[in-house]
């Protein structure tokens, strides 16, 4: 008894050693935002601000278009998450519940697509969008998105679908339902927590993305936050680290607030029933 409680206080350190670990470049980042120039200069530092300020944030929405950046990176995300969980949902159903060789191939080429580097694919997919007339326009950077994300997301659901008893299908079947009805009244449902969990995939990817973006997107009203941070570097290389701190906080308040929102349907969704009545 004794071991195994030692076993798991040892757990429990080693997780709060982590939180930490992970905790502080986000605190570290906050304590910078709100420093003034006198102190961000300082050779002895401080996690807190002696005379916290504003400045920085004033100053960065006055260097840079951060508010319209910020609704284009919005904008973008969302859609690239929406349309990658609708495309992936339903072939991730067809892979998982048919398996073949063309099926186990395709798994096998997700998988190997994910190592492809950027640099390997950003030309054709650059004269791909010229043709399209999508260069510099938002629609175009929300279909790469989708293309990139959308193997590891049709990866991530099939997972989650084979988890998911095939006798519930066939209780359905026995019922009357037809294929179309049992994966929307019972596949779908208990496919929930998976869905969220792409698309919140999807949506990180798509709203941290730098290079794509920085090729596609030439006008500043259509760029994306990355975009605009990159912006607080000089050309020598130096940053404008304040408003540069404050600008990055901003940026990650989003992606806090829509993982918050959802994290509950993520836990609360695995709970929910896989019962029939």
């Known amino acids: 008894m004794r071991t195994r409680k030692s076993a798991r206080a040892a757990q429990y350190v080693a997780l709060l050693a982590y939180l930490v670990f992970l905790a502080f470049p986000f605190l570290w980042l906050i304590s910078t935002a709100f420093k003034p120039a006198k102190e961000l200069g300082s050779l002895d530092p401080t996690w807190i601000p002696k005379d916290p300020t504003l400045q920085n944030f004033r100053q960065a929405f006055d260097e840079q278009p951060l508010l319209q ?22 072939m991730a159903y067809v892979m998982a519940r048919h398996q073949s060789r063309l099926s186990k191939a395709a798994t096998g080429w997700v998988v190997v697509s994910q190592a492809f580097p950027f640099v390997l694919i950003i030309i054709p997919l650059f004269l791909i969008l010229k043709n399209l007339h999508l260069i510099n326009a938002l629609p175009g950077l929300v279909l790469v998105y989708v293309v990139w994300s959308l193997p590891f997301a049709l990866w991530m659901l099939v997972g989650y679908v084979r988890a998911v008893p095939a006798e519930l299908e066939e209780a359905a079947a026995v019922d009357g339902a037809g294929r179309m009805r049992t994966f929307v009244s019972v ?91």
Do not use: H, Y
């Open 69 to 90: 950046a910020g609704l284009n990176s919005l904008l973008v995300a969302l859609s690239a998450a929406l349309v990658a969980v609708v495309i992936a949902t339903p």
């Open 187 to 277: 596949v779908a449902p208990l496919l929930a927590p998976g869905v969220v969990a792409t698309a919140m995939f999807a949506f990180i990817t798509a709203w941290n993305e730098f290079f794509f973006a920085l090729v596609l997107l030439k006008t500043p009203e259509k760029q994306t936050l990355p975009v605009i941070l990159n912006r607080f570097i000089g050309t020598e290389g130096v940053a404008d680290l304040g408003p540069l701190a404050a600008a990055a906080f901003l940026a990650t308040i989003p992606s806090l607030v829509i993982f918050s929102i959802i994290q509950k349907r993520i836990t609360g969704g695995m709970l929910a029933g896989a019962v029939k009545s």
